[in-house]
């Protein structure tokens, strides 16, 4: 809103933005290790479901599965974030697997190559972002792990336009 004053001079008034706090449940599911894996992503803005997700990876193993819901979560949801000249909400990604939230904290070292490439993937799309992750028990992710045994299920291949950018990096790597 412009305001004009004495002399012709101009203020202008900003409101400013709220920021949204976003939570993001994720899991992976693999029936066999490795084997039939699906992922589950379940978010919540501002403390209302925003999206979900449920797809099927094909055979992998459940680190596999849990690396990649985390991705794919990463890959939809980060751009919803950045509103009001890319100034970023709170982000809370929740997991069930204590593996991949101690890797992600840094607190446990990557070993396994298969890993330590989604890794190197989520990190880099993390990178600038204001976030946190943190480990819960599965009761405490049902509607992740519920979605990510529907993509096995259901086998609903993983979106194009993510495939394609996870083959663009794997060709930069």
Known sequence: MKQLFLFGEEKVHTVPSKKAHWKIFIDGAS????GPSGIGV???KDSEPATSYAFYLGKKTNNQA???ALLVALFF???ETKQDN???DKIEIISDSQLLVRQIQGVYKVHD???K???EKAVKLLDGYAYTIKHVLREENKDADALANKGVEMRT????KFTSWIASHDHKN
Not at 31 to 34: A, F, H, K, L
Not at 157 to 160: G, M, V, Y
Request: proline fraction near 15%; charge should be positive.
């Open 31 to 34: 029936r066999g290790n490795p």
């Open 113 to 115: 190559i298969h890993l």
């Open 117 to 119: 490439k989604l890794h």
């Open 66 to 68: 849990e690396y990649s």
């Open 157 to 160: 291949p993983l979106p194009e």
């Open 77 to 79: 949801v980060l751009p």
């Open 42 to 44: 379940y978010v919540l």
């Open 86 to 88: 890319h100034r970023h």
